[in-house]
Nanobody, 119 residues
Framework: QVQLVESGGGLVQAGDSLRLSCVAS????????MGWFRQVPGKEREFVGD??????????NYANFVKGRFTVSRNNAKDTVYLQMNSLKPEDTAVYYC??????????WGRGTQVTVSS
């Protein structure tokens, strides 16, 4: 099992920046990737971005709607993945979830952190 705890959410204004953090614990050695998803009420959870885990370079992937604004990074020594969000828009308002996976689909989830962007 892997446990994930997010932090860093809050209320910001449009154009501001925010950095989310996610600390992993448990069977971290089994992970191949960690990432971020988001969800607004009434909509399905959507992929934001992720990064490969373990040895070697961390390769990041992003949803089209955040490219150039959001950056996923990792600190293996701290078992932490980050989501740096710049130029935030009101439509970025959502609950942001940290996720982790082994060889298959994302199976471990944090409880989420609320991000609210006011216009």
């Amino acid at each position: 099992q892997v446990q994930l705890v997010e932090s860093g959410g809050g209320l910001v204004q449009a154009g501001d920046s925010l950095r989310l953090s996610c600390v992993a614990s448990g069977r971290i050695v089994s992970l191949s990737a960690m990432g971020w998803f988001r969800q607004v009420p009434g909509k399905e959870r959507e992929f934001v971005g992720d990064i490969t885990w373990g040895d070697g370079g961390g390769w990041a992937n992003y949803a089209n709607f955040v490219k150039g604004r959001f950056t996923v990074s990792r600190n293996n020594a701290k078992d932490t993945v980050y989501l740096q969000m710049n130029s935030l828009k009101p439509e970025d308002t959502a609950v942001y979830y940290c996720a982790a996976r082994g060889a298959g689909a994302y199976e471990f989830w944090g409880r989420g952190t609320q991000v609210t962007v006011s216009s």
